[in-house]
């Protein structure tokens, strides 16, 4: 856990032990962000944009290294019947997938129970870090039956090699976007290779696939919706 520091924020750090928030750029971002101004409790919190994807974030990190205590908030895919729409998790350990011969990496217990103590009811999970966007049902099923992890996110394997690397301390706080019963829409020829997303392809994709696309929107308003809450229930 980070030493608390001195001087007149010492009390607020004793309550809540993050320096910066990471989010993915974008509408999870944008929910954090009007989250942590309706808090009032913003101002000394480093809020920090990160792109999309495992490439992009080891790029950005590259240019701008973590330090101290972070906490990763944003969405994820359900890789197990047991994980819904909008369910909050917290990632206790996350794997590289396909593996590559690269170990499980854990994220830090102390902040884990912290965040499990402020908000009841968030899932304790392992994660896969993919790559490519999953978006088959069958293939999210297959992945979940061989690894037995629950979710599969994007930037947290990336995220966590880092911090490590660094010496910082990181969790990771995820709401489910996506089930692992309905296909989405297959946007990865809708992002680019540093993460951003490109809404001439976006909008061409999600034309094509009304019915995924649909379910996309709708699980991503109620994860988004449960991550705002949950935001503000860290400062309660």
């Known amino acids: 856990m980070a030493q608390v520091p001195a001087g007149r924020h010492a009390q607020r750090w004793l309550v809540f032990p993050f320096q910066t928030l990471l989010v993915p750029q974008g509408a999870e971002y944008q929910t954090v962000r ?3 101004q309706r808090t009032g409790q913003g101002q000394d919190i480093q809020l920090r944009a990160i792109p999309m994807g495992l490439t992009g974030v080891t790029q950005a990190l590259t240019h ?27 990632i206790h350990q996350c794997r590289l997938y396909p593996p590559a011969g690269r170990p499980p990496l854990d994220c830090d217990p102390d902040l884990n129970r912290w965040l499990e103590q402020r908000c009841p009811g968030l899932m304790p999970v392992a994660a896969l870090s993919s790559a490519q966007l999953v978006w088959s049902a069958q293939v999210k099923q297959q992945w979940g039956r061989a690894t037995a992890a629950q ?4 930037e947290g394997y990336a995220l ?9 301390q990181l969790a990771m706080l995820r709401v489910v ?8 829409p297959d946007l990865s020829a809708a992002m680019d290779n540093r ?19 649909g379910r996309l929107i709708t699980g991503s308003l109620a994860a988004l919706g449960r991550l705002s809450q949950l935001v503000t229930a860290l400062f309660d």
């Open 151 to 154: 979710v599969v996110d994007m």
């Open 64 to 90: 701008a290294p973590l330090e101290g205590t972070a906490l990763v908030l944003g969405v994820c895919g359900s890789l197990s019947p047991q994980c819904g729409v909008g369910q909050g998790v917290v």
């Open 34 to 36: 009007q989250a942590l």
């Open 177 to 184: 976007s996506d089930d692992c019963h309905h296909d989405l």
């Open 195 to 213: 993460g951003q997303l490109k809404p001439l392809a976006l909008a061409w994709i999600m034309a094509r696939n009304p019915r995924p696309a």
């Open 160 to 168: 966590l090699d880092h911090a490590q690397t660094r010496g910082a």
